[in-house]
Nanobody, 118 residues
């Protein structure tokens, strides 16, 4: 089992940047694929980005491709989401997730709010 805690959210103007972090507990972090998801008010939770166990493979939603970068540090049990060129439509609660496969995530953090003002 793994516990996840996000940080780094906040209020930023359009065009600005934020870096989200997710700290994972436990010694099995490297066995999990990691992902970031987000949920805007009144909308379904949606996939944002994912990274493989080794960090060698990444995947992004079309809406963030080229603006967001996911990375992980297996020595520190952390995963990051660097968000650049933020847009008001990026406003959401962002969740970190861990899964045994790239499509099934079993563990979730509590989320961190990102608000982008126009």
């Amino acid at each position: 089992q793994v516990q996840l805690e996000e940080s780094g959210g906040g209020l930023v103007q359009a065009g600005g940047s934020l870096r989200l972090s997710c700290a994972a507990s436990g010694r099995t972090f490297i066995t999990y694929h990691m992902g970031w998801f987000r949920q805007a008010p009144g909308k379904e939770r949606e996939f944002v980005a994912a990274i493989s166990r080794s960090g060698g493979n990444t995947d992004y939603a079309d809406s963030v491709q080229g603006r967001f970068t996911i990375s992980r540090d297996n020595a520190k049990n952390t995963v990051h989401l660097q968000m650049n060129s933020l847009k008001p439509e990026d406003t959401a609660v962002y969740y970190c997730a861990a899964g045994i496969t790239t499509t099934t995530y079993s563990y979730w953090g509590q989320g961190t709010q990102v608000t982008v003002s126009s």
